[in-house]
C-alpha cells in the first residue's frame, strides 16, 4: 500500500520551462490536492479536486494548471517556470471533501527549484 | 494576513517532560482544527483534531485544546520522547457549504526534544 507517490522528488528547472509534477495515491480517495511549502509561510493550496472530471482553484494558483481524469492522478502542471515558483509541493488526498477527522494523507513532496 | 498564526518558531524540551505547541486564528469562522507533524525529507503526517464543539481532544501523549474566545489552540505532547523532534503545523478550516474543507496552514513551530 504506497498510499501517495511523488515524482519527481527533485527537479530543477530554467525560467520559461514547462513541467508536470505527478501525484498518484492508491487509496481510491475523492480528494486530492497540491500545496506548496515556502519558509516563512505554511502550506498554501495551489489546487483541488473533489472527484474525477472536478478541480478548483485554491489560494495561489496562477501559473499551475490540473486536470483529474481518474481517481488515482492529480498532476500539476507549470506552464513557464518562473523562479517565483521556486518551492517544496506537497501533494494530498482524504476521503470525502477532506474531512477534518482523519485529515490528509500527503506524498513526500517536489523539490522545485526554477533558475 | 496570516489567518493561523504560529508565533514560536522553535521550542526545545527535554525528554520526558511536557511540550506546548501553540497557535492562534483570526478568523471566528474556523470550526476545525487540525494538527500535522513533519519529519524532514516526508510529508506532513496528520496527528490529532479537534472541532469547536469540544475544547479538548485526547489521543495518546497528544492532547489538542480550544479556546474559542481567544482564538486560540494548543498541541500538549506527554511526555516528551526524542522521536517527538518534527516541525508541527496547525491547520484550521471554516465549515465548507460546499462539502470541501479548505485548511488554512501555520507556519510551523520546529520542536526538538533532547535526550
Known amino acids: 500500500n504506497a498510499g501517495v507517490t511523488q515524482t519527481p522528488k527533485f527537479q530543477v528547472l530554467k525560467t520559461g520551462q514547462s513541467m508536470t509534477l505527478q501525484c498518484a495515491q492508491d487509496m481510491n480517495h475523492e480528494y486530492m490536492s497540491w500545496y506548496r511549502q515556502d519558509p516563512g509561510m505554511g502550506l498554501r493550496l495551489i489546487h483541488y479536486?473533489?472527484?474525477?472530471?472536478?478541480?478548483d482553484q485554491g489560494e495561489v494558483p496562477n501559473g499551475y494548471n490540473v486536470s483529474r481524469s481518474t481517481t488515482e492522478d492529480f498532476p500539476l502542471r507549470l506552464l513557464s517556470a518562473a523562479p517565483s515558483q521556486t518551492s517544496v509541493y506537497f501533494c494530498?488526498?482524504?476521503?470525502?471533501?477532506?474531512?477534518?477527522?482523519?485529515?490528509?494523507?500527503f506524498g513526500s513532496g517536489t523539490r522545485l527549484t526554477v533558475v | 494576513d496570516q489567518q493561523v498564526k504560529q508565533n514560536s518558531p522553535s521550542l526545545s524540551v527535554q525528554e520526558g517532560r511536557i511540550s506546548i505547541l501553540n497557535c492562534d486564528y483570526t478568523?471566528?469562522?474556523?470550526?476545525?482544527f487540525l494538527w500535522y507533524k513533519k519529519y524532514p525529507a516526508e510529508g506532513p503526517t496528520f496527528l490529532i483534531s479537534?472541532?469547536?464543539?469540544?475544547d479538548k481532544n485526547e489521543d495518546g501523549r497528544f492532547t489538542v485544546f480550544l479556546n474559542k474566545s481567544a482564538k486560540h489552540l494548543s498541541l500538549h505532547i506527554v511526555p516528551s520522547q526524542p522521536g517527538d523532534s518534527a516541525v508541527y503545523f496547525c491547520?484550521?478550516?471554516?465549515?465548507?457549504?460546499?462539502?470541501?474543507?479548505?485548511?488554512?496552514f501555520g507556519t510551523g513551530t520546529r520542536l526538538k526534544v533532547l535526550a
Open positions: 494530498a488526498s482524504s476521503y470525502g471533501g477532506g474531512g477534518w477527522r482523519h485529515g490528509y494523507t
Open positions: 479537534i472541532s469547536s464543539i469540544k
Open positions: 479536486s473533489v472527484g474525477a472530471g472536478i478541480t
Open positions: 491547520a484550521a478550516s471554516a465549515h465548507p457549504s460546499s462539502g470541501t474543507y479548505k485548511y488554512i
Open positions: 478568523n471566528s469562522m474556523f470550526d476545525y
